[in-house]
């Protein structure tokens, strides 16, 4: 059994091939990207482009999956290692760079799906509308509201417009609700989830969650 066999020996049927065939990127690496880089990794992925623009800070280890040790250095390089210590096969091509709408449909040309984690809402109605137009027929997965904590359950997925899904409670905001794990890593979860499970199937067999 190979490296990989034994990785992704307990997904579920079909699952860790279609990652594996696919080229996922993700947009920002705090708390939702870097925790859906690791969970895509974890279930078979292996063709992962990462954009951010940031370095690792002791304050985001309290959500996003670093480790003191990485502490100082470029949130793409400490995800790429991070990344690596899971599985040493994966491709990660990383873009130290601020995300704008001149810039995305190149960084992400060929990808099967995107990752919204971005910041400020303004950056991702920008990224959003810059994906539809630009990469016609690309999954995209976004986050909204998770930051407090308690009420779990209140974080969703939806995908009312298709190959558009939005994860989150929709409504939290971090300003005065601080954010910390564990509804993050719940959101991150949900759309980690949403990716397998629409890379998994034929367009007409996606799941309405």
């Not at 995908?159 to 409670?169: I, L, R, S």
Request: include cysteine.
């Amino acid at each position: 059994m190979t490296r990989y066999e034994e990785l992704t020996s307990r997904d579920p049927p079909g699952m860790a091939e279609a990652l594996r065939r696919a080229r996922i990127g993700i947009a920002g690496l705090g708390g939702l990207g870097s925790n859906v880089a690791m969970m895509l990794v974890r279930a078979g992925a292996e063709d992962l482009v990462v954009v951010d623009h940031d370095i690792v800070e002791m304050s985001n280890l309290n959500r996003q999956c670093y480790f003191a040790e990485h502490v100082g250095m470029r949130k793409v390089d400490a995800c790429e290692a991070m990344l690596h210590g899971i599985n040493p096969d994966v491709r990660v091509e990383k873009h130290f760079a601020k995300l704008d709408a001149s810039n995305i449909r190149g960084v992400f040309a060929g990808c099967e799906a995107v990752v919204e984690a971005l910041d400020a809402a303004s950056e991702k109605r920008m990224l959003i509308e810059a994906v539809c137009a630009g990469l016609p027929g690309a999954i995209l997965v976004c986050g909204n509201g998770m930051a407090g904590c308690g009420d779990a359950n209140a974080i969703r997925t939806a995908n009312p417009f298709g190959a558009v899904v939005m994860c989150g409670d929709g409504v939290s905001d971090a300003g005065e609700s601080g954010i910390a794990a564990p509804r993050v890593m719940v959101c991150a979860g949900h759309m980690a989830d949403a990716i397998a499970e629409m890379l998994s199937k034929e367009r007409g067999e996606w799941k309405t969650f």
